[in-house]
């Protein structure tokens, strides 16, 4: 981990946080998408109202939200 945020630390590139937050918010629509994340917290497979009915899509929205601002800086 002190190698990645040492090479983080090394770079001067402007889009590299971005690229993170990209990175990161993609990762939690991958997770928050997942069919098996309900199961394994106990609720059931295909919840008809709750948190993971949104949360994947607030996730895109605000990659593309990311995506936007890199577009135009």
Do not use: C, H
């Not at 990645?4 to 001067?12: D, S, W």
């Not at 109202?49 to 949104?54: A, K, P």
């Not at 895109?60 to 890199?70: F, N």
């Amino acid at each position: 981990m002190r190698s990645y945020l040492a090479i983080y630390r090394g770079l001067a590139n402007k889009y590299t946080r971005s690229l993170i937050a990209l990175s990161v918010l993609l990762g939690l629509y991958a997770a928050t998408s997942n069919p098996l994340l309900p199961l394994l917290l106990g609720l059931s497979p295909r919840p008809s109202f709750g948190v993971f009915l949104f949360l994947p899509d607030l996730f895109v929205g605000l990659a593309i939200v990311v995506l936007y601002y890199q577009s135009q800086t």
